[in-house]
């Protein structure tokens, strides 16, 4: 049985979470509140989040690092693409730099946050190795990503139970086993497989990605633009390239996605007269890179250097390691898969790459006055706070663009709206909609707005207003939520006491 500590922890505010956001916001309250006292709860042993939780091979971020990385940092290295290992070695890097492990506490659970209007304040459960503690804060950051990191989206797969191999999801990758002669089904098609599949085939016997449906690839140069060979580039300072390169990446995948939604069509074409330029003459685009859906109604998956497409090919007379099969699941069998099209894939290991399952929040339960918080009957305001929800922050960023772009405009709001309540001599900011305001369920949508399984599945997390205007308009365009978060009104539809 645990212990319980009486003393009580008291902070002005208190981040959930020592992964990406939760480091970006610790720099950004240090900076520029430096007055306040603040603490991050890291659940597990170390910094880093997605990046010290997730091991399958090649895992990298989808996004490049000249705006995933923080902007008070830049990102030293010459590959925009990054593979988790360097993410997470950067991660600490910055963390060492500038100080900020000073504020964590590690093993640090949050088990629930309790809101007191008469006390105004945040009351935060903790488990720290089967000891409870208590804390206090004015105001809570939610710095928890928004992946269930405990629990893996469930592969609905007909007759799974039957397989007699070794079945792996990516969530919970087993560094220690022995892929080396091993025929290996990927089930799914999305960032993970299009990530594992070229640096798992060289590792075993063959893979095969087997797919429903097809997903949209982008094969991209692992290079930024002002990292070049060319004269130039080696004669500007180091801080003006990095932030011309930081300029550039998020200035054209912005207007990159912009141009598949207006001109889908045009999209289409392009990524399949591209993706036919890299197969190999027996894989053809149609059915097996012709998804159904247009370029960024989901996430567009990109291929380093087209690693993806280059797996695919045979080398030096022999034959590719990796294959491509489209077709449903009929069942699993004890030694293989057999698919609704009578095709017979046999397998030693099935690994389940079917998304992830959302949790808003870190599944922290959350209560204003006794009364628990469910997040879908909450609006978000400004992208980062909900109606009727005192003092809680919580941090989100693109759905099409760099995380960090997002978060980071939310920690500048943060420190804006604590340095503006401190000059009012306010304790409280809630999200108000007007008295009588009637908000219809059709008027709702999902906070992200892409047509992915796992989004479709979500049912955890607050909702943006269709046709919201002022701060319940939803975030969408990089540059405006950039200049709100730092020269807007801090106040709109907040009511502070």
């Keep these: 049985m645990g212990s319980s500590s009486t003393s009580v922890n008291s902070y002005d505010i208190i981040i959930i979470g020592g992964g990406l956001a939760g480091i970006n916001c610790a720099y950004r309250l240090q900076s520029r509140v430096p007055d306040a006292k603040f603490a991050i709860l890291e659940a597990r042993d170390d910094i880093g989040g997605t990046w010290e939780i997730f091991k399958y ?26 593979e988790g290992e360097l993410i997470l070695s950067y991660f600490h890097q910055c963390v060492e730099k500038y100080d900020l492990r000073k504020y964590m506490s590690f093993r640090h659970k949050v088990t629930g946050c309790d809101w007191s209007s008469e006390a105004k304040k945040w009351t935060l459960a903790v488990d720290n190795d089967g000891q409870r503690k208590v804390y206090e804060a004015s105001f809570v950051v939610l710095g928890t990503g928004y992946y269930d990191y405990e629990n893996p989206l469930p592969a609905v797969i007909p007759g799974l139970e039957n397989f007699k191999g070794k079945i792996v999801h990516p969530q919970a990758w087993p560094t220690d086993y022995d892929f080396s002669e091993k025929e290996v089904v990927v089930v799914g098609s999305g960032a993970t497989a299009i990530t594992l599949i070229p640096n798992l085939a060289p590792r075993t016997k063959h893979v095969t990605m087997l797919q429903r449906s097809p997903t949209w690839i982008a094969a991209i140069t ?265 020269f807007g009104s801090v106040s709109r539809a907040l009511a502070l006491s």
């Design 57 to 82: 091979p090649g895992i990298r971020s989808d996004s490049d690092l000249h705006t995933y990385g923080f902007a008070w940092e830049p990102w030293p290295y010459s590959t925009p693409i990054a």
């Design 222 to 486: 692992n290079r930024a633009p002002f990292d070049g060979h060319w004269l130039l580039s080696s004669l500007i300072p180091r801080r003006l390239k990095a932030w011309l390169n930081w300029l550039y990446f998020a200035i054209v995948p912005f207007y990159r996605v912009r141009l598949c939604q207006r001109y889908p069509q045009l999209a289409r074409k392009a990524l399949l007269k591209q993706a036919g330029e890299r197969l190999p003459a027996d894989i053809s685009t149609d059915p097996h890179f012709t998804p159904r859906y247009n370029p960024w109604e989901q996430r567009l998956c990109l291929s380093p250097e087209g690693d993806f497409f280059e797996c695919l090919h045979g080398r030096d007379g022999k034959p590719a390691k990796a294959g491509v099969v489209t077709a449903t699941i009929e069942t699993v069998t004890e030694d293989g898969i057999l698919c609704s099209n009578g095709q017979k894939l046999n397998a030693d290991v099935i690994i389940t790459a079917t998304g992830l399952k959302i949790r808003f929040g870190g599944g922290v339960p959350l209560r204003v006055d006794g009364e628990l918080v469910s997040h879908p009957e909450h609006i978000i305001w400004e992208g980062c706070m909900m109606n009727d929800v005192p003092n809680l922050m919580y941090m989100v960023g693109y759905a099409w663009a760099s995380w960090t772009l997002g978060v980071d405009n939310t920690a500048i709001l943060l420190c804006r709206l604590w340095k503006d309540m401190k000059k009012r001599g306010r304790q409280v900011a809630v999200p108000k909609f007007p008295q009588g305001t009637v908000i219809a369920e059709e008027d709702k949508k999902s906070w992200l707005e892409l047509t992915s399984t796992y989004i479709k599945k979500d049912r955890t997390s607050p909702l943006n207003l269709k046709d919201g205007k002022g701060p319940w308009k939803a975030r969408g365009n990089v540059w405006l939520d950039w200049l709100q978060a730092r």
